[in-house]
């Protein structure tokens, strides 16, 4: 049985990992790389006057639009839809604003 190898690119954002095979008097290395592609994607975080704790928009194909304190909760979406979120969101006591988040493609 092999003991695992593990190694990291720094600026890459990639992963390799590799097993160490032992034989009978040779040892041969067995190197497997997986790149692991990150997207970018955006939450519309709605910040209210006079509420302390930042909402996250939950649901968008109702009116009003749903939302959730939970980040987790929230819906992840690309640029265009965030952006036109946060149009539909905008008026004098709230003010939306996009967070980005790194997601696996």
């Known amino acids: 049985m092999g ?3 593990f190694s ?3 600026n890459a954002g ?5 097993t160490t095979k032992q034989g009978i008097g040779t040892q041969r290395t067995i190197e497997v790389v997986t790149i692991q592609m990150m ?3 955006f939450l519309v ?4 006057s006079g509420a302390r704790v930042p909402v996250y928009v ?3 194909d109702r009116t009003p639009i749903e939302t959730t304190t939970n ?3 929230a819906l992840i979406m690309g640029r265009f839809t965030a952006e036109d979120a946060v149009k539909s969101i905008r ?7 996009l967070v980005s988040v790194q997601v696996r493609a």
């Open 3 to 5: 003991t695992p190898t």
């Open 8 to 10: 990291l690119f720094a």
């Open 39 to 41: 997207n970018t994607k």
């Open 91 to 97: 008026n004098s006591r709230c003010s939306p604003e």
């Open 14 to 18: 990639c992963q390799t990992s590799g």
């Open 45 to 48: 975080r709605v910040n209210r």
């Open 71 to 73: 980040r987790k909760l």
């Open 58 to 60: 939950q649901r968008m």
